[in-house]
C-alpha cells in the first residue's frame, strides 16, 4: 500500500471521529502500531497537507464562532416583540371569547391533517445537526401514522430539501431555500404557506420542527406547535410543554494564551407584562386580522435564527474536533517520520563505519 493511500485513510477516520480517536489513544500509542511502507518525502508531504487541513478547519471554527455570536444576538434581540406580540394577541382573544366570536387562530378542530414544517441547514460540515432535525421529523410522521392521521411535509433547506426528495413516499407540499442569513421575507413565504392552508382547512394543525439554540455545544431538536395557537399565548410543543427559554447564552471572541477561544455570557430578558387598562378603539377581530400574520411571522423568523444559531454551533464543535484530531494526526506522523529518518540516518552511519573498518583491515 503506497503512503497517500494509507495515510489518507487513516486522515479520514481521524478527523470524522474524535471520540473513537481518543478511546483508541488512550489504550495505547497508535502510532506505534501504524506501519507506513513509503518514502520519507512522501511521509513529509502528507503532513504538510494535514498541517493545511488544520488551518481550514481552524478558520471555519473561528468564522463559524463569529457568526454564532451574530445570529444568537439576532434571536435575543427579536425575543421582547415576540412575547409582547403573544401577550397581546392572548389578551386580545379573552375579549373575543366573552363576546362568542369564532376565531380562526384558536379554533381547535379534529385532525386529521397536519402540516410538518421541517427546518434543516443550507450547508454540511456541522456534525449531526441536520441528521437529529430529520430523524425528529421521521419520529413524529411514524407517530402520526400509528395514529391513522394524514401529513404532508413543507421542507426548508437544501439538506432537508435533497432528504425528501430521494423519499418519494413521504408527501410534501413544498420545497424552500434560504439565502443566508434569514430575513423577515423567508419566513413571510413560509408564514402565507401554512396560514392559507390552516385556513383552507387543508390541514387542521401545523407543527414545526427545528433546532433550539441551547448553548454552544448543544443544540435540542424539537416540535414546536404554531397553529392552533396555545390559548394562554405560550410557545408549546405537541405535549404542552412550553419551550420559551429564560435565559440566553451569549459568546465572544476573545484570546487566551496567545489563541483565539470562546466566552460564555448568561443574560436574561425580561419583557414588561401587558397593561390591564390597555384599550383598543378598533374592533377586536380587525385587529386580530391584522396580528395575526404578523404572529406567524414574527414566530417562524425566530425559529428560523435558532436554526441557523444551532447550526453554526454545531459547525464550530466540529471543527474544533477535527482540529484537534488534525493536531493529533500531524503529531503521530511526525512522530513516524522522524524515526524513520534517524533510522536511516543511523543506517547511513553504520555503512560508512562498516566500510571504513574493512579498508582498515
Known amino acids: 500500500m503506497s503512503c497517500s493511500h494509507l495515510s489518507t485513510a487513516w486522515s479520514s477516520s481521524a478527523l470524522a ?3 473513537t480517536r481518543r478511546r483508541a489513544s488512550t489504550g495505547g500509542s497508535s502510532s506505534s502500531s501504524l506501519v507506513v511502507r513509503c518514502s520519507l518525502r512522501d511521509l513529509r508531504n502528507r503532513i504538510d497537507s494535514v498541517r493545511n487541513t488544520q488551518k481550514i478547519t481552524e478558520a471555519m471554527k473561528l468564522v463559524a464562532a463569529a457568526k454564532v455570536r451574530r445570529a444568537q444576538e439576532a434571536v435575543v434581540s427579536s425575543r421582547p416583540f415576540s ?7 392572548y389578551n386580545m382573544n379573552q375579549e373575543i371569547q366573552t363576546e362568542d366570536i369564532d376565531l380562526p387562530l384558536t379554533r381547535q378542530r379534529s385532525v386529521k391533517r397536519v402540516a410538518i414544517v421541517v427546518l434543516t441547514g443550507e450547508r454540511g460540515l456541522c456534525g449531526a445537526f441536520n441528521n437529529n432535525v430529520l430523524k425528529k421529523a421521521e419520529s413524529r410522521m ?4 400509528q395514529l391513522g392521521v394524514d401529513y404532508t411535509v413543507i421542507s426548508v433547506g ?3 430539501n435533497a432528504y425528501f426528495q430521494r423519499r418519494d413516499y413521504i408527501p410534501t407540499e413544498r420545497f424552500l431555500e434560504l439565502a443566508g442569513i434569514p430575513t423577515v421575507k423567508d419566513s413571510q413565504a413560509i408564514c402565507d404557506l401554512i396560514y392559507s392552508l390552516f385556513v383552507a382547512e387543508e390541514v387542521d394543525k401545523v407543527e ?3 433546532s433550539k439554540f441551547v448553548s454552544l455545544v448543544r443544540s435540542d431538536p424539537i416540535i414546536q406547535t404554531l397553529l392552533p395557537m396555545s390559548p394562554k399565548g405560550e410557545i408549546c410543543d405537541v405535549n404542552g410543554i412550553c419551550v420559551d427559554a429564560t435565559e440566553d447564552e451569549l459568546f465572544k471572541l476573545t484570546t487566551k494564551e496567545g489563541k483565539l477561544t470562546v466566552e460564555r455570557e448568561k443574560i436574561k430578558i425580561e419583557t414588561q407584562p401587558f397593561s390591564s387598562v390597555v384599550q383598543f378603539e378598533q374592533d377586536p377581530v380587525q385587529i386580530l386580522d391584522a396580528l395575526l400574520p404578523l404572529y406567524l411571522n414574527s414566530q417562524i423568523l425566530r425559529a428560523l435564527q435558532e436554526s441557523l444559531a444551532s447550526e ?3 459547525r464550530m464543535s466540529a471543527m474544533s474536533s477535527a482540529t ?3 493536531i493529533d494526526l500531524r503529531k503521530n506522523l511526525s512522530m513516524v517520520y522522524n524515526r524513520r529518518r534517524q533510522a536511516k540516518i543511523t543506517g547511513e552511519i553504520l555503512e560508512i563505519v ?3 573498518d574493512a579498508l582498515a583491515g
Open 142 to 145: 411514524e407517530d402520526l401514522r
Open 17 to 19: 471521529s474524535s471520540s
Open 158 to 160: 437544501k439538506k432537508g
Open 83 to 89: 412575547e409582547a406580540l403573544v401577550e397581546v394577541l
Open 208 to 210: 414545526l420542527v427545528y
Open 312 to 314: 453554526l454551533a454545531a
Open 324 to 326: 484537534d484530531n488534525a
Open 354 to 356: 562498516a566500510g571504513a
